[in-house]
């Protein structure tokens, strides 16, 4: 699984987006230590603070299937029904999300705005001096007993 497949799966995410209130479709793909894909999209709510971000649905999923070890997250957005154009970076939430979840040192974020023109980033540059399980004295996730 290369960046660029992350990418096409992330786009292929974004069709599933419920978004009657922002019209702004994210799309989302994580990808897993065993090279297992989550897709996931943002789905809103007329009370309009449930509504989930794309990443989240991504990694709640995995999380629920008992997965706790990740290596990547292709993220793309943009106004719903258009082909994406710009860039879409995780909001706060989700990156908080990831740092529970990630080794900020090696967890990587691949934001795209086109299959073709991506830009990685690792978790510690979009989230410097994040707080984590460890400051908690709580072992990494992916290590606990499940
Ligand atoms: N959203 C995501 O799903 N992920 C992001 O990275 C940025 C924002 C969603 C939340 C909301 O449904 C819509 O995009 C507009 O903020």
Redesign the pocket.
């Known amino acids: 699984m290369d960046d660029k497949e992350l990418v096409q799966l992330a786009i292929a995410a974004r069709e599933h987006?419920y978004?009657p209130?922002?019209h702004?479709?994210?799309g989302?793909a994580l990808l897993t230590g065993d090279g297992t894909v989550y897709q996931g999209?943002?789905?809103?709510n007329a009370a309009y603070t449930p509504?989930?971000?794309?990443?989240?649905?991504a990694f709640f999923k995995a999380v629920f299937d008992g997965v706790r070890d990740f290596r990547a997250i292709a993220?793309v957005?943009g106004p719903e029904g258009k082909p994406i154009s710009e860039w879409?970076?995780?909001?706060g939430v989700?990156r908080q999300v990831m740092r529970e979840f990630c080794d900020p040192d090696s967890f990587r974020i691949i934001l795209a705005r086109s299959e073709d023109e991506m830009k990685p980033y690792l978790l510690r540059d979009l989230l410097p001096m994040g707080f984590g399980p460890e400051d908690l004295d709580k072992p990494a996730p992916a290590q606990a007993a499940h």
């Not at 879409?88 to 909001?91: F, G, H, L, T, V």
């Open positions: 987006a978004v209130y922002s702004f479709a994210v989302a999209c943002n789905i809103e509504s989930n971000c794309a990443e989240r649905t993220v957005g879409c970076a995780p909001c989700c």
